[in-house]
C-alpha cells in the first residue's frame, strides 16, 4: 500500500485522482477547504483509507498540519500539489489584493505543501506532481497573473526536479490544457474596462462561449498523473491535451525565432 498527499482532492483532477487512488487499494491524505466534499469522500472509500483534512493552505498553520498528517501516516509517497486559484483580468485592473491570493495559493502554498512533504518524499525515493497549466508556458490576453503563477511553479520544480536528483525522488509538472472541470466556472475574473475591451474583453466572451462538451475529459489528465507518478524515469514536463500540446509549441517555436531573428541583429551583440 503507497500513501498519496492529495490537495485540491474534493473536485476536478483532485477527486479523480483520489478515487483512482483509493479504488486501487491505496490511502490517500486529502486536503480540501469543503469538509461536505471532504466527508463524501471519506464515505465512498472503505474504511480508513482516506485521512480527510479541511485546510485552507494558505493559512499560516497549514505547513505545520500538513507535515503532522505526513508523520502521522508513517511516511508518504506521492504528493499532487493540485490545488489552485484561477483569475483572469488585465494587468492593470487586477488588484493588489487579487494578485496576492492568486501567488498566496498557486505559489506560496503549493511551496508549503513542498516542505512539509519533502523529507518524506526523498526517505521514500517518492514523486511530486505539481498542476501547472498550458498557460505556465505563455499569456493570453487576462492570464497574465494566472500565467505569472503557474511559471513560477514550472520553474521552482525545474530546480526542486534537480536538486533532488541524487536522491531518486523524483518532479513531473503537468500542463493541462483546458478540461470540463469546475475550473473553468469557479475562476475569478475581473471585467475589462473600456481600453481592453478589444483583448481582454475578446478573450473572456471568446473562452465564455466554449461549450463544456467542446473541453477534453478530465480523466485524461487523471490518466496522466497516475501514470508519471509511477513511472521510474517520469518526464520533467507533460502537456496534457492537443490544444496544451498545439500551443505550448507554438509559444516556443515563437519565441526561439525571436530570439534567432534579434540574435541576428546589432541589438543583440555577440560578446
Request: charged share 20%; glycine share 8%.
Amino acid at each position: 500500500m503507497s500513501t498519496w498527499l492529495i490537495t485540491g482532492a474534493t473536485s476536478g483532477f483532485g477527486r479523480l485522482v483520489a478515487d483512482r487512488v483509493i479504488a486501487s487499494g491505496n490511502q490517500v491524505i486529502a486536503i480540501g477547504r469543503r469538509r461536505d466534499r471532504l466527508d463524501d469522500l471519506v464515505a465512498s472509500a472503505p474504511e480508513g483509507r482516506v485521512t480527510a483534512i479541511v485546510l485552507n493552505l494558505t493559512d499560516p498553520g497549514a505547513e505545520k498540519t500538513v507535515g503532522d498528517a505526513v508523520r502521522a501516516a508513517g511516511g508518504l509517497d506521492v504528493v499532487v500539489n493540485n490545488a489552485g486559484y484561477g483569475l483572469f483580468g488585465s494587468v492593470e485592473q487586477t488588484s493588489a489584493d487579487e494578485a496576492k491570493a492568486n501567488f498566496d495559493t498557486n505559489v506560496s502554498a503549493n511551496l508549503a505543501v513542498l516542505r512539509a512533504t519533502l523529507p518524506a518524499i526523498r526517505a521514500s525515493k517518492g514523486r511530486i506532481v505539481q498542476l501547472s497549466s498550458l498557460v505556465g508556458s505563455f499569456a493570453w490576453p487576462a492570464s497574465g497573473l494566472y500565467s505569472a503563477s503557474k511559471a513560477a511553479v514550472e520553474l521552482f520544480s525545474e530546480a526542486l526536479a534537480l536538486e533532488l536528483a541524487p536522491t531518486g525522488a523524483k518532479v513531473t509538472v503537468i500542463q493541462p490544457g483546458m478540461f470540463a472541470t469546475e475550473f473553468t466556472t469557479s475562476a475569478h475574473v475581473v471585467p475589462p474596462s473600456e481600453p481592453y475591451l478589444p483583448t481582454v474583453g475578446a478573450f473572456l466572451e471568446h473562452v465564455s462561449q466554449i461549450p463544456a462538451d467542446a473541453m477534453g475529459d478530465p480523466n485524461a489528465v487523471a490518466d496522466a498523473i497516475l501514470t508519471v507518478a509511477t513511472m521510474d524515469e517520469p518526464p520533467l514536463r507533460l502537456a496534457v491535451g492537443q490544444d496544451a500540446i498545439d500551443a505550448i509549441r507554438n509559444a516556443l517555436q515563437t519565441r526561439l525565432s525571436e530570439l534567432d531573428h534579434w540574435a541576428a541583429t546589432d541589438l543583440m551583440p555577440a560578446v
